[in-house]
């Protein structure tokens, strides 16, 4: 494509072109255009990124917390009007080298995006996705299979107890159960109260079960229309091309409509307001300190994005580094343990707003809390901001802006993010985008005095329409909720006819012949085992070695920016001192530094760094022989700050004190409170962790580093006081004098051409700068070879459980690695996707192999099961062995397996994983083997491998809460789990 085809004005499949710019920082072209006939509008980003996006979004805006918003999105993707399968989502991911694929709902829309490498995928993918937004079947049992539904506990019984279920009325169960969904989900109720967003898109489980399929229905027709449609491709495919699907296949069958989705203005409030709000824990759970209390002002609208970016540099200054002044305020005062959810600057909904407080909160302690925030604020605009501040926060703005991202999301979708908030509310997006014009228009404003301070005044300290929002723990919450959901249930039990009786029965049995009913897929657009492309490129290191230094460099399209990593071995640990690791990367990156305070070396990092991380690590010998363990520090920069990084770098190493008793305290204090967070945003990861931590020494120490004993240290270290603490930490804080010698150290750099130089160079003065050897040597270790099985649950507040079955299996060079990572995803799509998911209201079934490790895992994410999802994973072998499924399906699982090994990571990502492959042995060779035998694998090898591997011992951890666990407790009677408190 070029701007000689597609001038501004000139008209394509329906489409006119409204406008096109350049943005060279990211190397793209952008086109707009708007479709004549509907109304529709569209962004292409042309690039050469051979990973090309699809999304359409539509404004949603709900006006109640049924989640119809959320209930649609789900609904939507099974089936359509050209492909009338029971899910074609699902079943397109089995049948694509899709990069990525989701829907999401969020606040005020719902977007439906995909991306793959592939040109034949893509349009596959294209015609589905265009199929489930606008022509969706949305037939009755998918909205009560996705929404939820009335069944009888024992399906075919109308004498046992009713209950509900329903994918979405699961997945919200699990969500609304965690502090930070409550807070922030309460943030926006209290601030909004005339907009959708005083409501919860996603649904509260109380008024999902008042949803009507006729509402979803209307929603539908109200919403997903072209002319309150957003589509944005990216890539290096034609646009030419996507024109004229979108208008063959959707644009050509529509006429504009009138759409009434702009929001309004909230109206204003006149003066401050408060809110409180309560969520569950257990008493044992309680220590005193569980309250949370924020302060939220609304703030600009998200189209003036000038006022937006001084927001966001204004949010910056206060809270983007340990060194700024109302992160430092907050957290220095002990009157909480770490920020409050959703702390920070919002700039994705239709009004913007700024929250600031604290969590883990005494309840006397609350109105302290919001006094400091305010006299903070008042302090900083009497006492003016630093201009250094300012500096390290633009900086921070422009290393963001410049890096190419990858990991949980795929770039372009990054990018797309970055504007659709403006756009979708009627801004301009090339401003969220042209980072140089927007940085100069605001450092104009700079030069006014007093102008960020200003800011603090006039949208914080002056404005009226602010919220105090209170978070307080209730014990026996949870029961309560359950209870009363219970007494709901009796009661509709008693009061419904014969009639109703039947209808129950009836879509009970008629959602089960559904869910069981074998599919003729062939409808559904596939690609084959020939589309896999064969070349597969691999990154290659330019620097293999550095004066006879372990040091390794890559070259690559970095956009400026200069990545390293630092690893210094370790070895004759135990396990204690290897528990502290990760405590340790903490304190080492963020207290002072020779005569710098924590807050001045906040400061220099944030000014010329993106940061430094820093932690434990494993690397595991390919052929398993040996592991080796390091501490490793990483940072990047832009090229031209590369001498400051590596003079913090020296600094951080070298000149580590440790003496700030209540710095120390306080970073105890928010570790402690952000792990036991994560427990149930992540209880299925931890429950694989703890099943699969007997398997070997390094599942054993991994656990140790990111598992539940983990979170149990830290929150025995977070009741220590601060004094006592030091003392406790002082014998493994000496660990790190030791470490960081020149013979322990081994480098990963990553720079762009004509930059490898200068890094060579200051990679040398580093090894110069360090001490000679001294203490313990870094050997490797062999592995523990003798797997140790759990049965056990691990109890915490939670309305959900995360189970997982975990199976000590073959590794990456047997010849059977390849089909146990086929056999992963078969599992996963043709047996546990509709036995957990489908059937029992799950959010997720899932399997994973680890190939290096040889684990095969079986997974279910916020699961309303618990015995039955054990009983399912006893039933997979038997699944597997009847053998009631054909060389499409094992094509289809390869195909999963070719695209998650072919998934596009970042540069930074690319050259860190090929550091990693060659430093273990995994050369190019194995690679290619190993997606050799993957292409070969045949359903007689799957059934073969399962049967050895599947059958024997295995190890079980759930995490999940004592009343879960006690009703299950006749079904668990013959095996049961060992209880773990939390």
Same mark, same amino acid.
């Given at each position: 494509?070029?701007?000689?085809?597609?001038?501004?004005?000139?008209?394509?499949?329906?489409?006119?072109?409204?406008?096109?710019?350049?943005?060279?920082?990211?190397?793209?072209?952008?086109?707009?255009?708007?479709?004549?006939?509907?109304?529709?509008?569209?962004?292409?980003?042309?690039?050469?990124?051979?990973?090309?996006?699809?999304?359409v979004?539509?404004?949603?805006?709900?006006?109640?917390?049924?989640?119809?918003?959320?209930?649609?999105?789900?609904?939507?993707?099974?089936?359509?009007?050209?492909?009338?399968?029971?899910?074609?989502?699902?079943?397109?991911?089995?049948?694509?080298?899709?990069?990525?694929m989701?829907?999401?709902?969020?606040?005020?829309?719902?977007?439906?995006?995909?991306?793959?490498?592939?040109?034949?995928?893509?349009?596959?993918?294209?015609g589905?996705?265009?199929d489930?937004?606008?022509?969706?079947?949305?037939?009755?049992?998918?909205?009560?299979?996705?929404?939820?539904?009335?069944?009888?506990e024992?399906?075919?019984?109308?004498?046992?107890?009713?209950?509900?279920?329903?994918?979405?009325?699961?997945?919200?169960?699990?969500?609304?159960?965690?502090?930070?969904?409550?807070?922030?989900?309460?943030?926006?109720?209290?601030?909004?109260?005339?907009?959708?967003?005083?409501?919860?898109?996603?649904?509260?489980?109380?008024?999902?079960?008042?949803?009507?399929?006729?509402?979803?229905?209307?929603?539908?027709?109200?919403?997903?229309?072209? *002319?309150?449609?957003? %589509?944005?491709?990216?890539?290096?495919?034609?646009? @030419?091309?996507? /024109?004229? #699907?979108? $208008? +063959?296949? !959707?644009?050509?069958?529509?006429?504009?409509?009138?759409?009434?989705?702009?929001?309004?203005?909230?109206?204003?409030?006149?003066?401050?307001?408060?809110?409180?709000?309560?969520?569950?824990?257990?008493?044992?759970?309680?220590?005193?300190?569980?309250?949370?209390?924020?302060?939220?002002?609304?703030?600009?609208?998200?189209?003036?994005?000038?006022?937006?970016?001084?927001?966001?540099?204004?949010?910056?200054?206060?809270?983007?580094?340990?060194?700024?002044?109302?992160?430092?305020?907050?957290?220095?005062?002990?009157?909480?343990?770490?920020?409050?959810?959703?702390?920070?600057?919002?700039?994705?909904? *239709?009004?913007?707003? %700024?929250?600031?407080g604290?969590?883990?909160?005494? @309840?006397?302690? /609350?109105? #302290?809390? $919001? +006094?400091? !925030?305010?006299?903070?604020?008042?302090?900083?605009?009497?006492?003016?901001?630093?201009?250094?501040?300012?500096?390290?926060?633009?900086?921070?703005?422009?290393m963001?802006?410049?890096e190419?991202?990858?990991?949980?999301?795929?770039?372009?979708?990054?990018?797309?993010?970055?504007?659709?908030?403006?756009?979708?509310?009627?801004?301009?997006?090339?401003?969220?985008?042209?980072?140089?014009?927007?940085?100069?228009?605001?450092?104009?404003?700079?030069?006014?005095?007093?102008?960020?301070?200003?800011?603090?005044?006039?949208?914080?300290?002056?404005n009226?329409?602010?919220?105090?929002?209170?978070?307080?723990p209730?014990?026996?919450?949870?029961?309560?909720?359950?209870?009363?959901?219970?007494?709901? /249930?009796?009661?509709?039990? +008693?009061?419904?006819?014969?009639?109703?009786?039947?209808?129950?029965?009836?879509?009970?049995?008629?959602?089960s012949?559904?869910?069981?009913?074998?599919?003729?897929?062939?409808?559904?657009?596939?690609?084959?085992?020939?589309?896999?492309p064969?070349?597969?490129?691999?990154?290659?290191?330019?620097?293999?070695?550095?004066?006879?230094?372990?040091?390794?460099?890559?070259?690559?399209?970095?956009?400026?920016?200069?990545?390293?990593?630092?690893?210094?071995?370790?070895?004759?640990?135990?396990?204690?001192?290897?528990?502290?690791?990760?405590?340790?990367?903490?304190l080492?990156?963020?207290?002072?530094?020779?005569?710098?305070?924590?807050?001045?070396?906040?400061?220099?990092?944030?000014?010329?760094?993106?940061?430094?991380?820093?932690?434990?690590?494993?690397?595991?010998?390919?052929?398993?022989?040996r592991?080796?363990?390091?501490?490793?520090?990483?940072?990047?920069?832009?090229?031209?700050?590369?001498?400051?990084?590596?003079?913090?770098?020296?600094?951080?190493?070298?000149?580590?004190?440790?003496?700030?008793?209540?710095?120390?305290h306080?970073?105890?204090g928010?570790?402690?409170?952000?792990?036991?967070?994560?427990?149930?945003?992540?209880?299925?990861?931890?429950?694989?962790?703890?099943?699969?931590?007997?398997?070997?020494?390094?599942?054993?120490?991994?656990?140790?580093?990111?598992?539940?004993?983990?979170?149990?240290?830290?929150?025995?270290?977070?009741?220590?006081?601060?004094?006592?603490?030091?003392?406790?930490?002082?014998?493994?804080?000496?660990?790190?004098?030791?470490?960081?010698?020149?013979?322990?150290?081994?480098?990963?750099?990553?720079?762009?051409?004509?930059?490898?130089?200068?890094?060579?160079?200051?990679?040398?003065?580093?090894?110069g700068?360090?001490?000679?050897?001294?203490?313990?040597?870094?050997?490797?270790?062999?592995?523990?070879?003798?797997?140790?099985?759990?049965?056990?649950?691990?109890?915490?507040?939670?309305?959900?459980?995360?189970?997982?079955?975990?199976?000590?299996?073959?590794?990456?060079?047997?010849?059977?690695?390849?089909k146990?990572?086929?056999?992963?995803?078969?599992?996963?799509?043709?047996?546990?996707?509709?036995?957990?998911?489908?059937?029992?209201?799950?959010y997720g079934?899932?399997?994973?192999?680890?190939?290096?490790?040889?684990?095969?895992?079986?997974?279910?994410?916020?699961?309303?099961?618990?015995?039955?999802?054990?009983?399912?994973?006893?039933?997979?072998?038997?699944?597997?062995?009847?053998?009631?499924?054909?060389?499409?399906?094992?094509?289809?699982?390869?195909?999963?397996?070719?695209?998650?090994?072919?998934?596009?990571?970042?540069?930074?990502?690319k050259?860190?994983?090929?550091?990693?492959?060659?430093?273990?042995?995994?050369?190019?060779?194995?690679?290619?083997?190993?997606?050799?035998?993957?292409?070969?694998?045949?359903?007689?090898?799957?059934?073969?491998?399962?049967?050895?591997?599947?059958?024997?011992?295995?190890?079980?951890?759930?995490?999940?809460?004592?009343?879960?666990?006690?009703?299950d407790?006749?079904?668990?009677?013959?095996?049961?789990?060992?209880?773990?408190?939390?």
């Amino acid at each position: 494509m070029n701007q000689k085809s597609f001038p501004v004005g000139s008209k394509h499949h329906g489409f006119v072109v409204t406008r096109i710019e350049e943005l060279p920082k990211l190397q793209n072209r952008l086109v707009q255009l708007t479709h004549e006939a509907t109304g529709a509008k569209m962004i292409h980003l042309e690039s050469a990124d051979p990973n090309n996006l699809f999304a359409v979004a539509f404004p949603t805006n709900p006006q109640d917390s049924t989640g119809v918003a959320h209930i649609l999105e789900h609904t939507a993707l099974c089936g359509g009007k050209s492909y009338p399968v029971r899910d074609p989502f699902f079943s397109m991911v089995k049948r694509s080298l899709k990069t990525f694929m989701n829907a999401f709902t969020a606040s005020d829309w719902t977007m439906y995006p995909f991306s793959t490498q592939n040109q034949k995928d893509f349009y596959n993918l294209l015609g589905v996705y265009l199929d489930a937004a606008f022509f969706p079947l949305l037939g009755e049992l998918n909205f009560l299979q996705e929404g939820h539904r009335l069944e009888f506990e024992e399906p075919q019984n109308p004498d046992s107890p009713l209950v509900y279920k329903g994918v979405v009325y699961n997945e919200m169960l699990g969500a609304m159960s965690q502090p930070s969904q409550i807070m922030h989900r309460n943030l926006t109720r209290a601030l909004f109260p005339t907009l959708t967003y005083h409501y919860n898109s996603g649904g509260d489980p109380d008024e999902i079960v008042k949803l009507s399929h006729q509402q979803l229905l209307d929603f539908h027709k109200q919403h997903y229309h072209p *002319s309150n449609a957003y %589509f944005f491709t990216y890539g290096n495919l034609p646009l @030419e091309e996507h /024109l004229a #699907q979108i $208008e +063959a296949q !959707v644009l050509a069958q529509f006429q504009k409509i009138e759409v009434h989705t702009r929001l309004p203005k909230e109206k204003r409030f006149s003066a401050p307001q408060s809110f409180e709000f309560t969520y569950p824990l257990e008493a044992g759970e309680d220590d005193g300190k569980k309250c949370q209390l924020a302060l939220c002002w609304l703030t600009a609208g998200v189209t003036d994005s000038d006022e937006v970016l001084a927001l966001n540099l204004m949010s910056r200054v206060l809270l983007g580094h340990s060194g700024a002044p109302l992160r430092k305020a907050l957290l220095e005062s002990k009157l909480g343990k770490a920020l409050s959810d959703g702390t920070g600057f919002e700039n994705e909904i *239709s009004e913007t707003f %700024f929250s600031a407080g604290l969590q883990g909160v005494g @309840e006397t302690d /609350l109105p #302290q809390v $919001e +006094a400091l !925030v305010r006299s903070t604020l008042n302090n900083i605009v009497l006492e003016g901001i630093k201009p250094l501040a300012i500096e390290s926060a633009l900086h921070q703005m422009e290393m963001e802006t410049r890096e190419i991202t990858g990991g949980h999301y795929p770039y372009p979708l990054n990018l797309l993010f970055r504007f659709f908030g403006a756009w979708v509310h009627g801004g301009d997006p090339v401003l969220a985008l042209d980072f140089d014009g927007a940085m100069e228009r605001l450092h104009q404003k700079l030069q006014q005095p007093g102008y960020l301070e200003s800011k603090i005044k006039t949208q914080l300290l002056d404005n009226p329409h602010q919220v105090r929002v209170t978070l307080k723990p209730e014990a026996g919450l949870e029961k309560e909720q359950q209870e009363k959901r219970q007494a709901t /249930l009796a009661r509709i039990k +008693a009061q419904l006819t014969q009639e109703e009786t039947a209808k129950i029965l009836e879509q009970t049995k008629a959602l089960s012949d559904l869910q069981e009913a074998k599919e003729d897929l062939s409808v559904l657009p596939t690609l084959g085992i020939s589309d896999i492309p064969l070349e597969v490129p691999f990154e290659v290191p330019v620097r293999l070695e550095l004066e006879g230094r372990d040091v390794m460099l890559f070259e690559g399209a970095t956009n400026g920016i200069t990545y390293l990593q630092c690893g210094f071995a370790l070895a004759g640990l135990s396990d204690l001192e290897r528990s502290y690791l990760p405590l340790l990367g903490t304190l080492l990156t963020q207290t002072g530094k020779g005569d710098l305070g924590y807050e001045e070396m906040a400061n220099r990092i944030s000014l010329s760094t993106g940061g430094f991380s820093a932690g434990p690590s494993l690397r595991l010998a390919l052929d398993q022989s040996r592991f080796e363990e390091f501490f490793t520090i990483g940072s990047k920069c832009l090229h031209k700050n590369l001498p400051r990084l590596f003079e913090l770098l020296k600094k951080i190493l070298l000149e580590s004190r440790f003496q700030e008793t209540e710095r120390i305290h306080t970073l105890v204090g928010q570790r402690a409170n952000s792990l036991s967070n994560s427990v149930i945003q992540a209880g299925h990861q931890y429950a694989s962790t703890q099943a699969s931590r007997g398997f070997s020494g390094t599942t054993r120490i991994e656990e140790l580093y990111d598992g539940l004993s983990q979170v149990l240290l830290m929150k025995e270290l977070a009741k220590a006081e601060p004094a006592p603490l030091l003392g406790r930490l002082t014998p493994f804080l000496a660990l790190l004098e030791k470490l960081f010698v020149s013979e322990r150290l081994s480098v990963f750099g990553l720079t762009e051409p004509g930059q490898r130089t200068a890094l060579e160079e200051q990679i040398l003065g580093f090894y110069g700068s360090l001490p000679a050897q001294k203490g313990r040597s870094g050997q490797p270790e062999p592995p523990a070879l003798t797997p140790q099985y759990v049965r056990e649950a691990w109890l915490t507040t939670t309305p959900v459980s995360y189970v997982a079955k975990a199976f000590k299996t073959p590794a990456y060079l047997s010849s059977e690695a390849p089909k146990l990572l086929v056999l992963s995803y078969l599992l996963k799509s043709e047996f546990l996707h509709a036995e957990i998911r489908e059937k029992g209201g799950a959010y997720g079934g899932m399997a994973g192999y680890n190939a290096h490790e040889g684990i095969l895992t079986l997974l279910s994410y916020r699961d309303p099961q618990l015995a039955r999802t054990l009983e399912v994973y006893e039933q997979a072998l038997g699944w597997l062995k009847k053998g009631d499924f054909g060389k499409p399906q094992v094509d289809e699982a390869i195909l999963q397996c070719i695209g998650s090994m072919d998934t596009p990571q970042s540069p930074f990502g690319k050259a860190l994983s090929e550091y990693g492959n060659l430093k273990k042995g995994k050369t190019v060779a194995h690679r290619l083997a190993f997606r050799k035998a993957v292409l070969e694998t045949t359903k007689a090898d799957l059934i073969e491998v399962g049967q050895r591997c599947l059958t024997g011992a295995a190890s079980v951890a759930v995490v999940s809460s004592g009343d879960l666990l006690d009703k299950d407790q006749k079904a668990l009677a013959g095996a049961p789990l060992e209880r773990r408190a939390l």
